[in-house]
Structures are given as C-alpha cells and as structure tokens.
C-alpha cells in the first residue's frame, strides 16, 4: 500500500498559477504511475493527468492541455501539478493517485488506481 500527502492547494485569481505537489510514501516500489483528478459537488470524480513513473510519460485531459503540466521527482517520490492559466472552471478538490497496473494506458479512469490521496480544495476566482 501507498500513502499520498497532498499540499499545494488554495484561492488564486483567475489567470493565475498553482502548482500542487503529492508525497508518496510506503510500498512504492512497485507503483508505475501517479495521475491527479478533480471533483466538485456536480461532478464526479474526473481524470485531469497522468505521469508513468519510470519512463515520465504523460497523458491529459484535453481541457487541461496546454495549461497543465504533471511532472515527478524520483529521489523525493513525489508528483506535481503545475497549473496556469487558470479559470473559474478549474475550481474543484484535487486528488492524487497511484497504480499499480504495469502498463502505461493512453485512457485513465478511476477503476486505474488503487491508493488516494485526502484531497485539496483548488479555488479560481473571476
């Protein structure tokens, strides 16, 4: 099992930047890929990106393409979420996640990860 420390989160401007960092800790030997997903009380839970941990692929949301960029630190074993550009839209409690699937999926959905980190709340104001 993995445990996610999630930090990063807050109120921004619409406009600007955020950048959200996830820690994992624990079994991480055999986790293959970390993503970040966003939620709202209208919505379910929705996949924003996706990074493979050892080759750095990444794979994104088409609304987030562009603005977005996922990216991890191996020594540290964490995975961060540059956000700019950012708009009232992208207004939602992000999630980090782990998989442990050994194969790096051109389409991701929630049933793909296995450990969840407790959510930070993302708010853009106009």
């Known amino acids: 099992q993995v445990q996610l420390v999630e930090s990063g989160g807050g109120l921004v401007q619409a406009g600007g930047s955020l950048r959200l960092s996830c820690a994992a800790s624990?079994?991480?030997?055999?986790?293959?890929?970390m993503g970040w997903f966003r939620q709202t009380p209208e919505k379910e839970r929705e996949f924003v990106a996706a990074i493979a941990w050892s080759s750095g692929r990444t794979i994104y949301t088409d609304s987030v393409k562009g603005r977005f960029t996922i990216s991890r630190d191996n020594a540290k074993n964490t995975v961060y979420l540059q956000m700019n550009s950012l708009n009232p839209e992208d207004t939602a409690v992000y999630y980090c996640?782990?998989?442990?699937?050994?194969?790096?999926?051109?389409?991701?959905?929630?049933?793909?990860?296995?450990?969840w980190g407790q959510g930070t709340q993302v708010t853009v104001s106009s």
């Open positions: 624990g079994r991480t030997g055999s986790m293959y890929a």
């Open positions: 996640a782990a998989s442990f699937f050994p194969f790096f999926k051109t389409i991701y959905q929630k049933a793909d990860f296995d450990s």
